[in-house]
DNA sequence: CAGTGGTCTAGACCACAGT
DNA sequence: CTGTGGTCTAGACCACTGA
């Protein structure tokens, strides 16, 4: 079970789960490094990438000569780690749905060719779905996917659940994912199937899924209602690169 | 300037460079983590690090079992996403402007009172800027100062650079900032100030920044014509080597 | 000052890739 | 198989924090 999970992300788990508890309140400092290493039997090396893990992810704030310190509890959507929306709806301990409204094999064209690097002798299949959080429709999703990835699918149901899951478990890896954001106005398929007035604004992400070589194989369009759902990121500037000049 | 560069940050810059160079091309693969760490002179912690922070760039992709592929040499596809707009304006090649139409000290309301957790009988610094590209009007922004670092604005020309490097000269550290992006419609201000419709959909981006001990001391309300500016993000699935920033 | 985190070294074992 | 990257250990030195 456990045997595959690294020693770095047992102790992220297990320090992320204290923390949504409230075990570590906000603005309380975590024990040091050392205590960590003590506690969980591990060296520096497993334990720092833990606490790098749960900066990234927004929790923690660290800084040198102090031990981390407790910045949130939120379960935001990350962008920094990779959340397929019923993975992130059941985290934040809403019920996820799915309409489908399309599954479809087809030439490519448009957008989405282009981020796959596919012409229109190639073949692809085309996901259209309405995505729900308790019940309400929440977010509109264009997918198009690579033939051979594409093909998986059909032998899916695509109301189910987690098309990422599904797909993970027939071998496809999702190593890497680009994602762009920004505004667009609700077209008439997205007002109707949001229940929201043509021309209010979306947020859009569209996100290409690349495999271990960095060969693209998904494309999506998702369109978000901005007062369902918002992305968020947390950076740090300690992080300075060369540019400076 | 830079003063002390560590090792990793030095084997980062030296491989980013040869990327955007074009020195690695896109597709093939670099040296091997021990070829790296002969050429540099350092261990493999170093030069792990260092490519996990191009990777976090969106610069390479790494699997296991083979050497880090070349993914792109465009870093703006990533780090742009939330570096300071006159940064990045200048990274892009394009010329950043400014239109300061408020300086303000007034009491803390709203979001911003909010997000800084102030009260109304607390003083804050709020700006209100058009930040232009090309002459172009692209983004309409709403910033919002704790009293001690907004006071310090007063001294400063608003409409020649970037507030975020004057404060940062003047000793206010931003240790970590946290985005949130969804979308709105545009209002009677936003519409005239980036030449737009009202109503017209754009990209919002609410920031607070914090400093080293997890104190916030600036909210902002940034709102980006979509036409003009989105962002991006690239992440990876699987989680990292032993030290991420 | 002592304790902390940031960085680095020189080993090691394992899982996976390509041959 | 060999070589690669992913993970881990047990040390070490430095810079910074706070009493």
Redesign the interface.
Known sequence: MTGRQSR??LVAATMRRRIMNGEYAI?TSLPSESALCAEFDVSR?PV??AL??LR?E?LL?L?QGRPA?V?SRDV?QT????TPFSQWAARTGRRPGSRTLEVARRRASGAAADALGLTPDDTVVDVLRVRYLDGEPTMFERSTFAETVGELLFRFDTDSGSMTDYLTEQGVR????????????ADALDAEHLTIAP??????ERRTS?D???TPFEYADDRYR?DL???????????Q????D
Chains 1, 2 share one sequence.
């Open positions: 770095h992300e603005g090396g720092r990438q790098a893990t990234n927004g704030v800084s310190t910045r935001t962008l920094d780690t990779f999702f190593d890497s994912m680009e994602h762009v954001l920004d505004a667009v106005a021309g209010s604004p979306l947020l859009r690349r271990a070589l960095g901005p759902v918002t992305f968020s990121i947390v950076n740090s500037r300690t992080v690169p060369q540019w400076r």
